[in-house]
């Protein structure tokens, strides 16, 4: 079974880093690209970044761009965003999810991690 | 960038009744492109349809899509209980992935 889980969310201060981890089983992690989006409260799904298989390959939202980094351990079938000069704008539920084979789209999901950056 | 329009915003039905959602995009999206999601609160989202009008193992055969081009449609043939939600379209295009703003459909 497919599984992916998100951890690390919590309570920042603006400007203040974070690092969220994903945690996938249930799949050969190193054959599909992952992806992150948040939803903030009240709001609509907003794409944040995704990362190929290899991990080589990264892309971000313009409103992320600069300041959060996506990475892999595929040892660890581990996916990380790391979040710094975070604003109160950030403040969201982060949603990791697997990439369907082409990248297109998202057919697993976590759970999502609460992040929230006070001002 | 590609900005994903949805239509309308709410949609109040009844169970049993067909829901006919719509997407449209700021410029042509290839069909492969195209997405759409069940988020219900509480709930992670739930990948409905993808390449405009294939259903991933699991999903029930009343939730179908259609479109090319500009315009897409996602239609709940007869809606279930289960069914009220928010639906959100999305595509891909120059390396971005970018999500409509949602239609919820809630009971009339």
């Known amino acids: 079974e497919v599984q992916v889980l998100e951890s690390g969310g919590g309570l920042v201060q603006s400007g203040g880093s974070l690092r969220l981890s994903c945690a996938a089983s249930?799949?050969?992690?190193?054959?599909?690209?992952m992806g992150w989006v948040r939803q903030a409260p009240g709001k609509g799904l907003e794409w944040v970044s995704f990362?190929?298989?290899?991990?080589?390959?990264?892309y971000y939202a313009d409103s992320v761009k600069g300041r959060f980094t996506v990475s892999r351990d595929n040892s660890k079938n581990t996916l990380y965003l790391q979040m710094n000069s975070l604003r109160a704008d950030d403040t969201a539920d982060y949603y990791c999810?697997?990439?369907?084979?082409?990248?297109?789209?998202?057919?697993?999901w976590g759970q999502g991690t609460l992040v929230t950056v006070s001002s | 960038e590609i900005v994903l329009t949805q239509s309308p915003d709410t949609l109040s039905l009844s169970p049993g009744e067909r829901a006919t959602l719509s997407c449209r995009a700021s410029q042509s999206v290839s069909s492969t492109y195209l997405a759409w999601y069940q988020l219900k609160p509480g709930q992670p989202p739930r990948l409905l349809i993808y390449g405009a009008s294939n259903r991933p193992t699991g999903i029930p055969d009343r939730f179908s899509g259609s479109g090319s081009g500009t315009d897409f449609t996602l239609t709940i043939s007869r809606l279930e209980p289960e069914d009220f939600a928010v639906y959100y379209c999305q595509q891909y295009g120059n390396s971005r992935w970018t999500f409509g703003q949602g239609t919820k459909v809630e009971i009339k």
């Open positions: 999810a697997k990439g369907t084979s082409d990248g297109i789209a998202f057919d697993y």
């Open positions: 990362i190929g298989g290899s991990g080589t390959s990264t």
């Open positions: 249930g799949f050969t992690f190193t054959n599909y690209a």
